[in-house]
């Protein structure tokens, strides 16, 4: 017995990695304890750099390769010189590996949340949470990565729920 193509697709190693950054971000995003926030954010962006080598995604590998060192790095504190590095690593990383406005995308998306984490607080750093998740979402989606489309969605609803709840109850 065979598996359809389709099927076989949804099961192949490239998007069971996809899977496993799903599962670990969505457990990254239940914890209440910093340092585990920031540790399951590392193991979510490994598996997502294998899933977007698996995909032959060099810019979006580059990127979370980048966000996984800053969220090991932010174990150690929230330096503003530390952001600037971060958002310096990655404009040099889509300089060397851009192959056209998409290959920008998480670039982009790892700048804008280097910025929010490191420079910005409350709701104006929730606001630039969702665009570069957004940017990530055409990402994933553009590239067929369910997973990461999946989480990014997931991610984007959760913030603009919080956001409007702030909306709803300012202070």
């Known amino acids: 017995m ?5 099927l ?3 099961l192949s190693p ?12 969505m457990a990254c995003f239940a914890q209440t304890n910093d340092r585990r926030f920031k540790l399951f954010m590392a193991a979510e ?8 080598a698996l995909l032959g995604q060099a810019t979006a590998v580059a990127s979370t390769a980048v966000s996984m060192l800053r969220s090991l790095a932010s174990l150690r504190g929230r330096r503003p010189a530390l952001g600037l590095c971060f958002v310096a690593l ?3 990383c889509g300089v060397w590996l851009a192959e056209g406005w998409q290959s920008l995308l ?3 998306a ?4 280097t910025t929010a984490l490191f420079f910005m607080h409350g709701r104006r750093m929730r606001a630039w949470m969702l665009l570069g998740t957004l940017l990530w979402l055409v990402n994933n989606l553009a590239v067929g990565s369910i ?4 989480l990014e969605a997931c991610l984007a609803l959760s913030n603009l729920r919080t956001i409007w709840r702030w909306r709803e109850h300012p202070g």
């Open 2 to 6: 065979t598996i359809a193509p389709d």
């Open 8 to 10: 076989a697709w949804l």
């Open 14 to 25: 490239t998007q069971l990695s996809g899977y496993a950054a799903f599962v670990l971000g």
């Open 45 to 52: 962006c490994g598996a997502y750099i294998l899933h977007f």
């Open 90 to 92: 990655s404009l040099a």
């Open 106 to 108: 998480p670039i982009a």
């Open 110 to 113: 790892s700048c804008i949340g």
């Open 147 to 150: 997973g990461g489309s999946l």
